[in-house]
């Protein structure tokens, strides 16, 4: 861990253009201790060599981030249901579903040809006891099924599950990002400590744990008891942590990595750069920024007042932020909903234009005319690293000061939090269906609230939002997002493009609204 106590700050100019500059120096040499210098098997055309930014918290679908803290659980994990790029749910261990018109409730038909890899086959029974489990170990996400009533066997090969409260998005949470769907053998779960460190999934490949450096390198082979043989493209998967993409960068134009899982900082810095056929695959589906977590001020008790919050809101000069360290890859926002997405409307992103003389007498206002000093926390990574400068920058000029902590891993942010040593956070998250989204930002108990913030007004435009079907509640998603806005509860500078570096010679699916591209469905050109 790094601690930053007095960081220097730059004025607001120099800074991101220092920053820029900065980003630029990716598409030059580089390295860190903790990188590895080479991938095992690149340049074969049955290897698939991917770089990840930082390790999984565990190999436990129950206990694992999603996204791209995920990525190294999409080769072995097949997920019930997947999410296409047009947002339409395809079908994946489930042939077909059906959601209740009340929103409570959403019936499974299983393929009736799936096995884990153990050799167990996928029934209704193994889908019940995996979901009771996830459920019951309360990870980072199993907020999304905390109204969980009950999850009935109807047959062999089919299932309800009902919640007690109503989510238009329902299936939506068995599908790759969200992790619930990613079933485990009923082998593993009578032993489940062997899930932090194994597969037991019903995906194409698993883990071979005898060449795995866990926090380094996951290396994964053949899943021989696969339902479809022939959605194995690869001989071996290799999925390795470049925490610096300095590295991650020469590993790639050095035909090391096939996919590189990257950020838009290194992707506008490196457009220009890469090798013939090589290309960038992107969509805007994420917002990154200042996540401001102490909202009744127990810890940071200036951040209890909203015009505090929204002083730092008027403090950011997103539209310098975002060209500065983004580019092309992303776009000024001040909400969490990405354009694209239900729930956006253009007139959160006029709320709070550029006015550093506003946010100092809003600070005045609420009784700190000579400026605050926040604790801040980030996950150590490119993306995060150099925003925080950035935000730092900005904030500095209307007499707000960053004191900002480098962490590790998200386990060791997790920790901190849960201690309370940061009254916010820098981070990104992606949008989605605004149900499902709202779970890691919104609610009560989401991996991202960690002081458990509630709102009323707040609570009950959700669950109004939340009751009507999905094609008619956009505009009601639109009062929810308005009212997170005036709450000030985030700090978002940019809208952002999700960004892999594809070499030539290899054909991934698109990411638009599955968030991410699972690497399961990576596969040589054709």
Known sequence: MKQHTSLRLRRATAAL???????????????????????????????????????????????????????????????????????KLEPALAESWNVAPDNMSVTFKLRDNAKFS?????????AKKSIEYWVSKKGPFAVNLATLESVTVNGEFEFTVKVSAPNPDLASIFNTYWLA???????????????????????????????????????????????????IHW?????????????????????????????????????????????IVSDPVQWTGLIINDRTGEVNKPLG??????????????????????????????????????????????????????????????????GITI????????????????IAGQLEKIGVKLNITEVQNFGELNTRMAQKKFGAI??????????MAKFQT?????????????????TALINAAAAKPAADSEEAWKKVQGRVADLAWFAMTSALNVSYFVAQGVDVPQPGQSLIIDMALVKPAT
């Open 17 to 87: 253009a220092a920053l820029a500059a900065s980003a630029l120096a990716l598409s030059g040499c580089g390295g860190s201790a903790g990188s590895p210098g080479g991938t095992s098997g690149a340049g074969s055309g049955q290897v698939l060599t991917v770089s990840n930014t930082f390790a999984p918290i565990s190999m436990d679908p129950a206990l694992s981030g999603n996204g791209r803290a995920g990525t190294m659980l999409q080769p072995a994990y097949e997920p019930l249901v997947r999410t296409g790029a047009d947002g």
């Open 118 to 126: 153990d050799g167990e086959p996928v029934t209704a029974e193994a």
């Open 181 to 231: 769907g990613d079933l485990i053998s009923p082998k593993a779960l009578a032993t489940p400590d062997v899930l932090g460190t194994e597969t037991h999934g019903a995906g194409p490949y698993v883990l071979d744990t005898g060449a795995t450096i866990t926090g380094k390198s996951y290396t994964y082979l053949p899943n021989k008891n696969y339902y479809d043989p022939t959605k």
């Open 235 to 279: 001989d071996k998967v290799v999925i390795s942590v470049y925490e610096d993409q300095n590295s991650a960068v020469q590993a790639f134009k050095a035909g090391q990595l096939k996919v590189m899982v990257s950020d838009p900082i290194t992707a506008n810095a490196n457009k220009a750069g890469l090798a013939q056929g090589a290309r």
């Open 305 to 370: 007042d909203v015009k505090v919050r929204q002083a730092i809101n008027y403090g950011i000069d997103r539209s310098l932020v975002t060209q500065a360290l983004f580019g092309d890859f992303g776009t000024p926002t001040s909400q969490l909903q990405v354009k694209g997405f239900t729930g956006y409307d253009e007139t959160n992103d006029k709320k709070y234009p550029y006015d550093p003389e506003k946010a100092k007498a809003l600070l005045a206002e609420a009784g700190y005319p000579g």
């Open 375 to 390: 604790d801040v926390g980030y996950v150590k990574n490119t993306l995060n690293s150099t925003q925080a400068q950035a």
């Open 426 to 435: 820098i981070a990104q998250s992606n949008s989605g269906t605004p149900f």
């Open 442 to 458: 919104l609610d009560p108990n989401g991996s991202y609230n960690y002081y458990h913030s509630q709102d009323p007004e707040l």
